[in-house]
């Protein structure tokens, strides 16, 4: 389920806004210039390679890159595997990675084709935490200071999308604004309304 919370940048406890209702996420997040948008989810083979993922959004895929003008497309996928007994320190390096407030200088794009991870948008003296299921496509507009919670044990499929082979890379904030705030999976167990 797709899921926009948002709190003041200093309190954490107090909840602005939650819902659910795309129509809602889109307009609160229109002032932040993110752009939100819900792809039909396709059915994909079980361990579907990036290729097999590309095939099945192809239209979509090929649709925002001559919107947007990227010029790179990849597959970010992480999903658990009990059997290997180095996927608990796998899971917990990729999960700290993003987990602390940073920008880029480009965009960042991510479109969820499964499994689910939260994107934490802190501007306006607000913390936007969206949460993004599959067939959510979420921009992070370039400069915009934001982190990412893949959760504890993280699961999820998303194209990427780039102008730069290196536009991604992070610059981070020296701050620590997001261990304060609710985590991916905290936010999932709380009732909506
Ligand atoms: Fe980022």
């Known amino acids: 389920m797709s899921l926009l919370q948002i709190m003041p940048d200093d309190d954490p406890a107090t909840v602005l806004l939650r819902t659910d209702r795309p129509e809602l996420i889109t307009e609160a997040l229109a002032p932040l210039a993110v752009t939100f948008e819900r792809w039909p989810v396709r059915p994909l083979p079980a361990g579907a390679s990036p290729d097999d993922v590309l095939a099945a959004y192809r239209d979509e895929v090929r649709r925002l890159c001559d919107d947007n003008g990227f010029r790179l497309v990849d597959v ?9 007994p180095q996927w608990p320190a796998t899971a917990r ?3 700290e990675k993003f987990l602390d407030e940073h920008t880029h200088a480009e965009d ?21 935490a969206m949460v993004c299921e599959a067939g959510d496509l979420l921009s992070v507009p370039a400069g915009t200071r934001h982190w990412f919670d893949m959760g ?4 999820f499929t998303a194209i990427r999308f780039f102008e730069e082979e290196d536009g991604w890379i992070g610059e981070f904030v020296a ?11 905290e936010l999932r167990a709380a009732p909506v309304a």
Request: charged fraction near 30%.
């Open 108 to 128: 960042e794009v991510r479109c969820f084709v499964a499994g689910t991870g939260c994107f934490y948008l802190h501007a306006g003296g607000k913390v936007h």
């Open 175 to 185: 701050d620590s604004i997001a261990r304060r705030f609710p985590t991916l999976d």
């Open 152 to 155: 504890a044990r993280p699961d």
């Open 76 to 84: 970010a996928r992480l999903v658990p595997d009990d059997d290997d």
């Open 93 to 95: 390096a990729a999960r």
